[in-house]
């Protein structure tokens, strides 16, 4: 059987900039979930690192309550409990927008923790040894010390999780956020051509993910000469 494909779409302005408003907002999303998933990340990477366990178990709970559950789940049980009525803001939807980040940030926050604790753990214990001796305090040694050298071990995780939060951002389409998938569901609904939008859909994420993919494998070959030199 011969299946001819027609992408004539694509030459057509009002579809092709759909799609490019999606591909810039699923960009968005994920640099967003990256950076301040990131820093809500440290509560808890700090807190499972606590030796005193009325600490370190809300932590856990929370960590293995998010990786346990599918983020489909989270983004419709937290777009339920905001329930944050339609207001618009540059055409967007914010009663969508907004529960929709929040989870994002939860998700990514919960996976984003276990990155960090895993490179801080990585440091040598006699790093921090050598710090305390010197007169440092927890704090000092910490940030001063540790934290610098664990960048280096959680940085090339971080940008999988960038790569995977790409992906991930197509749930938003549940919700009517106006990410890629959402605009190929808009094209859709008036196109013939299904197969070849979802297969545009398809090279367009692989245009996002496989350049970050090398550049983070580039990185961590550049960190591991550092190490070796």
Request: positive net charge; hydrophobic residues 55%.
């Amino acid at each position: 059987m011969i299946i001819f494909l027609n992408f004539s779409f694509l030459f057509d302005w009002y579809s092709l900039s759909l799609l490019l408003q999606g591909l810039m907002l699923t960009l968005i999303l994920a640099f967003l979930a990256v950076v301040f998933g990131s820093i809500l990340a440290l509560i808890p990477a700090f807190m499972r690192l606590s030796k005193n366990k009325f600490i370190s178990s809300p932590a856990v709970f929370y960590v293995e309550i998010i990786r346990g559950t599918p983020m489909l789940v989270q983004v419709l049980l937290i777009y339920q409990i905001l329930n944050i009525p339609l207001f618009l803001i540059g055409g967007m939807d914010m009663g969508s927008f907004i529960p929709g980040l929040v989870a994002l940030l939860i998700n990514s926050s919960a996976y984003i923790s276990e990155i960090i604790r895993g490179g801080i753990l990585a440091v040598d214990k006699g790093q921090t040894e050598a710090a305390r001796s010197l007169g440092l305090s927890q704090g000092q040694t910490m940030f001063k010390v540790v934290l610098p050298q664990a960048i280096k071990n959680i940085f090339p995780s971080l940008g999988n999780e960038f790569v995977t939060i790409i992906k991930e951002t197509s749930i938003f389409m549940y919700l009517g956020i106006a990410e890629l998938m959402y605009q190929v569901g808009i094209i859709k609904s008036s196109s013939p051509a299904v197969t070849e939008l979802y297969i545009v859909a398809g090279l367009l994420y692989l245009a996002l993910t496989f350049p970050l993919s090398k550049l983070m494998n580039r990185v961590e070959r550049r960190l591991r000469y550092a190490d070796q030199r």
